[in-house]
Structures are given as C-alpha cells and as structure tokens.
C-alpha cells in the first residue's frame, strides 16, 4: 500500500514537471495571449476574434501585443501593461488577485461544499433509517419479483 | 390596425384581470367551501373562459403588428424602426420579435397561447387546472401591462413619418433567426406552464405526484422547445457573426442556459419523486428556480445590468422585471413556508451507490454548473460594487471552470443508468462498469497514439487534456448506454426470434421514457464530441489576388475572382474562391461582406463548407485599402459538425421519451411468450 502511494506520488510529480516544461514560442504566445484580452471597442468579443469591419481598436491592440511579446515582456507584464492603458475589462478573465479570486474559487467551493453535504445528508438519513438489505440481497428475492411481475403485468 | 392592435392589449388586460381574480375568488371558495352570489364553479368557468378570450385578444394584437409590417406602415414607431420596404417578407414577420416591444408581444402570445391549450384541456384536472390557469393569468398580466404601458408596441411616429423605415438589423437578416427566437421563447415561456402546476399544486396540497405526471409533457416540449432554441442560437452565432465560435458566454447566451440547466435537473429528478416519493421540496425549488432564472435572464440583458452583444432588445424595464421577480419569488417563499409539510419526503437515500444518488448527484452538478454561469454573468456587476471597477468574465474564465464540471456531468451520465434503485452492489458495479471503463481506457490511448498529448500543448490552456476526457468520457457513457440497450434487446431476441435492431426498436417502444432518455444522452455525447474539437481549431488570414492560393490542413484556397454587387436591400463584397484537397477541387466558395443601406450597418455572410471531420469556415474579412485585394480569414474547425448532429438525436431521443409506451404489443408480445421467459423480458422494463 505504501508502495502505491509512493509510486502514485511520483507519478504526480512527474505529471507535474511534464506538464510544466517547455515554453512557447512567439505565435502560441500571441495566439494565447490573444484569447486573454478583449477588444476595447465595446464588441464583447475576444481580441483575437475580433471581426469588425473597421474596427478602430483591435488592430491597433494586435500590434502593440506582437511588440510586446517580441520585447519579451512576460505574459503578466504584457496582461499588466493592456489592464493599465485600457482599464481591466481589457482582460477577457479575472486575475488572480485578492477580490477576483473570489470569482474563480466559488464555483469549485460551491460544487465541493454540495457533495460534501451530500455526503453528509445520505449519512444522516442512512443513520436514521432502519437497516434493511438492498433488494437484490434478499432471499428468493428474485423469485418472488418474477412471481408478482408474472401476476401484475399485461 | 394600430388602433386595433392597441385595442386589443388592452382589451387581452382586461381578461386576464377578470382571469385572475374570478379565478381566485372561486379557488378561494372552493377551497374555504364559502359560496357567493355566484356558485364558485361558474365562476371559475367564466374565469378560465376568460383566459381563452385573452388568447384571442393577442392573438389580434399579433396580427396587427405583423400586418402594420407587411403594409410598410411606418406611422407605428416599432415598424418603422425594425422594417423598411426592401426588407424580404419572412423578414417584415420576424420583425414581430426584433426588438423589445415586439419581443414582449411574443412572450405575451406564446403565454397565452399555452393558457389556451391548458385551459382547453382543463378536464385532465378541473381543479388543479383551475389554479394553474388563474396563475398564469397572474403572468400574463404582468406582460400585458409592460406592454399596455411600459414598452407599448403599436405607439405612433410623431410628426412626420418617413417614407421608408430604418430596417431590421443585419443581423437578423438570416433564415434562422425567422425560427430561433420563437423557440427560445417557446421555451423560456413553457416553463411558466409547469411552474403553475406546481405552484397551484402546492397551494392545493393536491394529493399524491399525478401534478406530475400532467405536467411532464409540458416540461419536456419545454426542455425541448429551449434546447432547440439554444443550439438555433449558437448555429446562427456561427454562421452569422463569423468570429468562427459558437458559444460566446455571452450574458444572453448565459441566459438561456441557466433554465435551462435547472430544466434538465428537474427532469431527472422528478422521477424520483414518481418513483420513490423522494425530494419534493427540491423539486418544487427547482421548477421555482427554473421560472425565476426565465425572468431572471431576460431583467439581465434588458435592463443594461450586464453588457452583452444582444443590443437590440435593451431599454429600461429592468425596474418592471426587478418588482415582478421579487413579486414571484415572495409567492413562492410564502406558499412553500405554509405547506411545506405537505413536501415531506416517504423514503430516504439507503446508499450513495444507488440510482437515486445518482440522480441527485446530477442534480448537484447541473446546479453546480447554474450556479457558475449565474456567478460569472453577475460577477462584473458585484465587482463594481465592491471594487469600484467592472471585470470582464468571458470565455477564458468559463472555460477553465465550468468545463470541467460539465466532464464531470458527462461521466455521470454514464454511470447513472447502470445504476439500480435503492442500492447497488459491488458485484454488480464490477459486472456494469467495467466495458464502459476499458472502452474509456481505450479511447484515452488511441487517442493519445493519434498525437493528442495534453503534456505538449498545456502552455496554450488545457484544451487538449479537456478534449481527451471528453472523447474517452463519451466513450463511457455511449457503453454503458449502448449495454443497456444490447442486454435488453437480446432478451427480447432470443424469445421473439427477432435480430436484434428490431428488438431495440422493440425494446424503445416497450419503455419510451427510459430508452428516449438514453437515446438523448448518447446525442449529448455526441454534442461533447463535436465541442471538444474545438480545443484543435486553427485559422489563418491572408491577403489574396487573382489566382493567388492559401493552404489550411488539407486544403488549398485559390481566389478566382472577387467583386460586389447590390440590390435594394444591401451592396455586398465577395470573393469567389476554389477550394482544392490535393489536386481535386472540393467546392466553391464565396464569403461576402453587406453593407445594409436602411441600418446603415456592415455584415458578414460566413461561406463553410462542412464535412464530418471539420469545417471550412471561410471569412470576408474586408479589402486592402491600397490595392483593393480581398482579405480572407479562414478558420479549419474540427468536429463541428457533431454538435449539429448530437442535437438531433437529442429531438429524437425527446421524441421517443414523449411517445406513448406500446401496452397493446407488449400485451401481444406477452401472450405468446412463455410465463417465465416473459417475466425474465419484464426486467429490460423496470422503469427509469
């Protein structure tokens, strides 16, 4: 059992440094980076996908992304810099920052404190309940539903 | 007509007031066993007849306004600003719901168009009937009002009216706009129905679940009608907006989506209650929710609270919405606080492993997935008032946490079905479960031979990884379905003689609820499919000449020329291009840019070409101002066209769960079966 449990942890770092490896390169970034902004002009749609005819922003925003990314500002630098010059409806996500963290922790709580309380209620009434053995564990159980579906059916 | 049209609404108040309150008075009578001048069921009769003349009163204020818009009559300001005279007919009708009076004359009309067939059909449950007609009267005078005097649609022009109206957006200039809006609201008002059977149920404290049993079709031609209305929607975004999505998360969109993950909850777990007597209080809480999140939706994108790309219908009735929402959610509160003991559950859960958990774990999950789409939809506007500042919650937000509780319903969707009632044992989750997890096994490896590694593509989000879990989740539950079809059907084969598709037909017509309802998780499945091979989409944009190429996966674009045109309605833009997979041409296309000369707007017409394994999305995406050379987008879209499918087996699937159980050949069937085999035939029927 120890065993198992050392092997899976391994295993979980490994997947860890796996998924964490490598860094992208300048098309992914932009391409990535793209789908995390909106576009300024009040369209509601992500930057990237942006397709206004005439548009009078996303272009505009498009190339100060590439000069970003080819200055070699990080993703937080470059998301940081577009929040400050268009305010932070620019970003198409919450960051992760003390109020905004609220917004991505409470759909997970909400869903985990549900199961938890299922759990919990299920217990609650198994507690309350007489015991009694599910249907197919009973003796000739079988038989007699066979018997009365027999009897009771067209 | 104008004055008729308004005559009429109000004349459709009027009844729906003599609707509502003859109706109580009588309910009231009858219930408290008081009598008045008049005996409580002729009242209640002239009440419900009254609500039948309201359908037609509405019915003449609809015609009015479609009629206004046939005959170009622009002194009434809703034709004039949503019609002109180039407009196509199918158009000037779809007017009738293009902006917010017009909208709001259609909810008012399709509410009393349901009113008309309940209230014609009130001998199912006279009593019962009573009350959902004098509740839905309650709703139909909060719409006739809105437009009696807040939005009314017939007002006219002042001054001098034009010659020729501002016409209808560009946007809804497209075929399917002339169907999407009215099932969407066909669903959206639907829910009304049933939310009036279980409120006026628990006012009655109607015995036993048969409110139930009335109102399950109406909740599943409900659930059907807004899922129709909703992939309508995202079928139109795609081929309309050509942004080369589907689904924006959009706050109308979100709209739409919240009743109906609440529907689709309480579908499932009303059967419970039909089954076992279990969790009755939730049920009603659900078709409560489901009603709220009806109005609820509409208040957030007409009152401006929250900013969306559905524009047209905005305007300020938000404070209309607010003081009816807060009306209906006190009504409910107070009828469920005074006869709540009447909710009392007759059994309890016996185990976490059984159907019923299952069922409620569902219902968890489609909450849990309500609940993220109402939060990320409000979120800005609680932002604002906490911090001073909006936020945006788009795609990237939902992406990361509601599409992981959506694999998880998907994996539900697999496991509940093998499930038994009361509890399951662990022989037979072994004997259940275990093709369905060596077929998801397989697919995740297949998947992974074929190159989809999540690992290499985690820095571009986890897109892959999602559509991995989705394919070999898809996997699961299409098994799990598809042996509990094969199980039942064989026996049916091995006594009939029968092979073993006309044993599944057999088997469908035998227990249509259950086998319709697995019919329908396989079209979700298949809907899964399709969505996450969005996670592989690609796109690229070029400038193209005469004779000029471009390449996408398999594809070569070759430009044979480009050009515009115009009629009466709109100048359009357009590029004629080949398009070759290796040296054979495929098809042509020909995306185009309008520009609609009454809205004075720009719209793109969207050429696909779509095939099994991916879509062709081509853009006109403008010209080079230098040398006029069309721009072209075009985005490669994989499985897109599975969605379209899935939602087909779903209609298919709701049809056969709404079909009639075949009694009669069953009787048949039995009668030549021998006593034994035929009870061992009996457990592929054992209900949901």
């Known amino acids: 059992m120890r065993r198992l449990l050392r092997a899976s942890q391994l295993g979980l770092v490994v997947l860890l440094v796996v998924f964490t490896m490598g860094s992208a390169d300048t098309a992914v970034r932009y391409n990535e980076l793209g789908h995390k902004m909106m576009c300024a002009c009040g369209c509601g749609q992500i930057l990237i996908e942006c397709n206004h005819y005439g548009c009078p922003d996303s272009p505009r925003m498009l190339d100060e992304l590439r000069a970003a990314i080819n200055h070699g500002d990080s993703d937080t630098a470059v998301l940081k810099a577009f929040e400050a010059e268009y305010g932070p409806t620019v970003l198409a996500a919450p960051m992760f920052t003390r109020f905004n963290m609220i917004a991505w922790i409470m759909p997970p709580l909400v869903l985990l404190i549900g199961i938890v309380g299922t759990f919990a209620l299920v217990r609650k009434w198994r507690l309350r309940t007489v015991p009694m053995p599910a249907a197919s564990a009973v003796k000739g159980f079988d038989r007699i539903r066979e018997q009365i579906r027999k009897e009771t059916e067209l | 007509m104008p004055a008729f049209g308004s005559f009429a609404l109000l004349l459709a108040l009027a009844l729906s007031g003599y609707n509502l309150f003859a109706g109580a008075i009588a309910l009231r009578q009858l219930t408290t066993g008081a009598r008045g001048r008049i005996s409580p069921e002729r009242l209640a009769e002239t009440a419900r007849r009254a609500g039948i003349g309201g359908f037609f009163a509405v019915s003449g204020a609809v015609f009015a306004l479609v009629w206004a818009a046939f005959s170009n009559d622009f002194s009434v300001s809703y034709i004039l600003h949503h019609s002109n005279r180039a407009l196509p007919g199918p158009y000037k009708f779809a007017a009738l719901w293009s902006g917010q009076e017009g909208s709001l004359l259609l909810w008012a009309w399709l509410l009393a168009a349901y009113g008309f067939v309940l209230r014609i059909r009130h001998k199912v449950d006279v009593r019962l009937s009573a009350f959902a007609s004098t509740i839905l009267a309650g709703i139909q005078i909060f719409f006739l009002l809105l437009l009696n005097f807040a939005a009314p649609p017939f007002s006219l022009v ?64 409900t659930w059907l009608f807004l899922t129709c209305g909703i992939f309508l929607g995202a079928h139109w975004a795609y081929s309309v907006l050509g942004w080369g999505g589907y689904w924006a998360w959009d706050p109308v969109e979100n709209a739409s989506l919240m009743p109906w993950l609440t529907g689709t909850a309480f579908l499932h777990s009303v059967m419970m209650q039909e089954k076992r007597g279990m969790m009755k209080q939730w049920n009603i809480w659900l078709i409560f929710s489901t009603f709220a999140l009806t109005v609820l939706g509409t208040l957030l994108t007409r009152s401006g609270l929250v900013s969306s790309v559905h524009a047209f219908a905005q305007s300020s009735i938000g404070t209309w919405f607010w003081i009816f929402l807060v009306i209906v959610l006190a009504i409910c509160l107070f009828t469920f606080i005074l006869q709540r003991d009447h909710l009392k559950s007759e059994h309890k859960l016996e185990s976490l492993v059984s159907r019923e958990s299952s069922f409620l774990f569902n219902n968890l999950v489609l909450l849990a997935a309500c609940f993220t789409v109402l939060w990320g939809t409000l979120f800005p506007v609680i932002s604002e008032y906490v911090q001073g500042n909006k936020v945006t919650v788009g795609a990237p937000f939902y992406n990361r946490v509601a599409v992981p509780i959506g694999l998880f319903l998907l994996l539900l969707t697999g496991i509940g079905p093998v499930l038994a009632w009361r509890s399951t044992s662990f022989k037979s989750i072994r004997k259940n479960f275990i093709l369905p997890a060596v077929s998801a096994v397989v697919t995740a490896i297949v998947l992974i031979a074929c190159g989809v590694h999540p690992w290499k593509d985690w820095d571009q989000g986890q897109g892959s990884l999602y559509s991995l879990m989705a394919w070999s989740l898809g996997a699961l539950v299409v098994t799990a379905v598809g042996s509990e079809f094969l199980r039942g059907a064989g026996v049916i084969s091995r006594h009939t003689g029968q092979n073993i598709f006309a044993s599944m037909v057999q088997l469908t017509r035998r227990n249509t609820r259950r086998y319709g309802g697995y019919i329908i998780h396989f079209g979700v499945v298949v809907i899964f499919i399709g969505l996450a091979g969005s996670a592989f989409n690609q796109s690229q944009e070029q400038e193209l000449n005469f004779k000029q190429s471009m390449n996408i996966g398999p594809y070569r674009l070759v430009c044979q020329s480009y050009s515009q045109d115009t009629n009466l309605n709109y100048d359009s833009e357009f590029a004629l291009l080949d398009v070759y997979r290796g040296d054979r041409k495929v098809t042509q296309l020909a995306p185009e840019k309008r520009f609609y000369q009454a809205s004075q707007t720009t719209q793109t017409m969207v050429a696909n070409h779509s095939t099994l394994a991916w879509d062709l999305y081509v853009i006109y995406a403008g010209k080079d101002p230098d040398n006029g050379q069309p721009i072209i987008k075009v985005f490669l879209n994989p499985l897109v066209a599975w969605i379209w499918i899935g939602v087909i087996i779903v209609i298919l699937g709701t049809f056969v769960a709404l079909a009639p159980n075949l009694t009669a050949a069953l009787a048949a069937s039995r009668s030549r079966v021998p006593v034994v085999e035929g009870a061992a035939m009996a457990t592929s029927k054992g209900g949901d």
Request: hydrophobic fraction near 45%.
């Open chain 2, 158 to 221: 002042a001054g001098t009216i034009p010659q020729d109206g501002f016409g209808l957006n560009p946007l809804l200039q497209y075929p399917e706009m002339v169907i999407h809006p009215p099932m969407l609201y066909l669903g959206y008002v639907g829910f009304s129905v049933p939310f009036a059977f279980a409120l006026g149920a628990l006012m009655m404290r109607y015995p036993g679940e048969k409110w139930i049993h009335i109102t399950r079709r109406w909740t599943m031609v």
